[in-house]
Structures are given as structure tokens and as C-alpha cells.
């Protein structure tokens, strides 16, 4: 912990006090980590919504008794979140053991406070760049939120002879996401599923080595599903994602599902479930929206769904489509929901949503022009 000089005791004495008056400490501590995540996340240092990691660990579907890694834990909210769902799973105290990765010291320590104010215990290490090498062992499941568009990552990670991308060159070094899907894809047990976000960029990149990434996680089988996301999830960038489920044995199995999904991949197209965050600029997933995608997710599966309610997965245009690996190789290997679960085309209806995505692209580069435009202006009253 930092060292604080004499005078701040009254303040800190005063803060103890009325942070001990408070019911709820879990609810405060994750309004003030929202808070911390919305000042740094220029910086590369944003924390992942709750309602976000509660989406990614319900479709990683973790059971008790799992290692559970994030190679880039912040923190520690999708740790956290894998350990709520296992306890309201089973009723029980879980016996996951979680496992956090992070570069910064100052993180960690705000992932061990987050942990430690709810009882729950994690291997957190020291800090260390998880991509510099392979993980020395494997998960059961891998949650991750890797920075978007990250310009670059460690040079001395990119030997040829690494085993996280073996037979291929390297991942571009000037996009680390595609760096962070082979990595998490390595770390997997034989039955492992992960479950991350990534930029669109990541589905579309035309690059032959981002082609070429994409093709071996296609033919190693190991792409589950891939789901569009609304823009504006996170309150520092308009960029849109997609959230990645990466599986290892998508044959039937308990914890998992009765159907044999062997090379498939399900497509869901979940761009308009949001809804504005009252009183502010910002979006989010709605409730019905997430609810929809772990249905679509189990009834595809063939599981129980979370809320009970039983399903017969089927293709809906404009929502979920599930493809072979011959679909998508005439694809290029693009994976991105929108080539394969678009909306039908229905003259003036196609014509209004295609519109309406322009629109809100347009929203979105307007708002970053007035930051740059507000962040340039503060930058010369400093000269």
C-alpha cells in the first residue's frame, strides 16, 4: 500500500467511519470500481460492467470444482462473477480455484480488496504480462476483457517456435487481440471453454495472418459461438465488440449439452438489445437481451437454460444462425455475426435498420471527434 503522510489520518478515520455506516459494502465497492474504470479507461485500464461479466461467466457455464483463469484480471469483476454463479448454481460455498493474471501492481491490489471484501480467495501472483509466455498449465474456464485495439504487445512473446500458434507465423504486433485468442485457446483443458471480448476487428481483419488465425481456431474446432454486441457498452469508446466462446469438446457432455455440435459455430446478432443507461449518454445490454442470448445459447447446446425454460434451438433470421465450418470457410473465415444472422431483407424495413446502423456510426464518430476536440483544447491551455 502507498505511503500517506500524518495529515490525512482525520480524513482517513472519517472515511473508515462512514464506509462502516454502509449495509451494503459489495454494492459501494462496485459503484467506486465503475467510478475508477470510467477515469482511467482512456489509459487502457477499463474494469469490465457487471452486467457484462454476469453475460460472459453464464455462457462460460463454470461448475464447482473448476480452475477458473482471467490472464488479464483488472479487478478480479469476472472472478468474482464465476464465483456468485457457481454459489447460486449450487447453494453452496464453491470450490473454484480462481486464478488472476494482471501487469499492474496497482490493479492487483484492487482486485485482492475486491476479493477480500467478499470473502473469496484467488491466486493473484505478482504482476506479469501473461502474453510475454504460454500459461504453464491449462483451465477449465478462461474469462477475459483484453483492451481493444491494442497497438502493440511484447516482442519477445513472438518466437516462431511458441506453442500457442504452432505452425503458423506469429500473431501482428500491432494487434494484440488476435495474440489474446491464441493465448487463451492454448491455456484450455480438454474439455476447457473460454469466454472473451474482442473488437469487431478481430472477426474481420483481412490481414492473411488474421485470416490465418481465424482458420486454425476454425479447424481446430475450437470457435463455440460468437455474438455481436450493441456499441457503446463502455462509456470510453463507441468501438463495437463481439463477445468470443471458445470450446474444446463441443461434443454431448454433462456441464455442458446433449447435442453433438462438433464443427459448428453459432452466430448471434444481438446489435439492437440496448437501451440507454438513465441519465446519461451511455448503453447498455438489456435484460431481455442478455436472457435471449444464454436461451439461444443453451437451446443450441441442448441445456437447461439458467431461468428453466426449456427450448428447441432454430435458425432465426436477423438473430442467431448456425453455421458449418464449410459455411464459413466460403466466408474467408470472417466471423462476424452480421455476415451470417442479418436482418431479412424487407425493402423498406432493411432499408430503415441499415440506416439506422449508419446513424448510430455516425453518433459514435462524433462523439470521439468532441473528446479529441476537448482533450486538444486542454492540451494547448497547458502550453
Known sequence: MPRLPATVEEDLRGLITAIDKVDRVGDLLEQCLGDLSDSQAKGGHYFTPRDLGTLMVAAAAPQDRHQVLDPVCGSAGLLVEAYRYVREQTGLQPSLALTGRDLHAGTLQIAQLNLTVRGI?????????????????????????????????????????????????????????????????HALAPQGRAVFLMADGAATGVRPTEQAIRRHLIREDLVEAVVALPPGLFSHTRISCCLWVLNRDKSPHRGWGDIDRRSRVLFINAR?????????????????GAARILRTLAAWRGAAPTDGAHGHYEDEPGWCRSCSAEDIAQQDYGLLPLAYASEQANGDDSEYWRIDDLKQELYGKLEEAHQLDLDLRRMLDAL
Open 272 to 288: 439492437r438489445a440496448k437501451e440507454r443507461v438513465p441519465d446519461t449518454r451511455q448503453w447498455r445490454l438489456t435484460t431481455d
Open 121 to 185: 480467495q484467488a491466486d493473484l501472483g505478482t504482476p506479469i504480462d501473461s502474453l510475454a509466455q504460454p500459461s504453464s498449465r491449462t483451465y477449465d474456464i478462461v474469462l477475459a476483457n483484453p483492451p481493444f485495439n491494442d497497438p502493440s504487445w511484447s516482442s519477445e512473446a513472438a518466437a516462431l517456435e511458441d506453442p500457442r500458434w504452432p505452425g503458423m507465423p506469429p500473431p501482428p504486433r500491432d494487434r494484440a487481440g488476435f495474440a489474446w485468442m491464441l493465448h487463451i485457446a
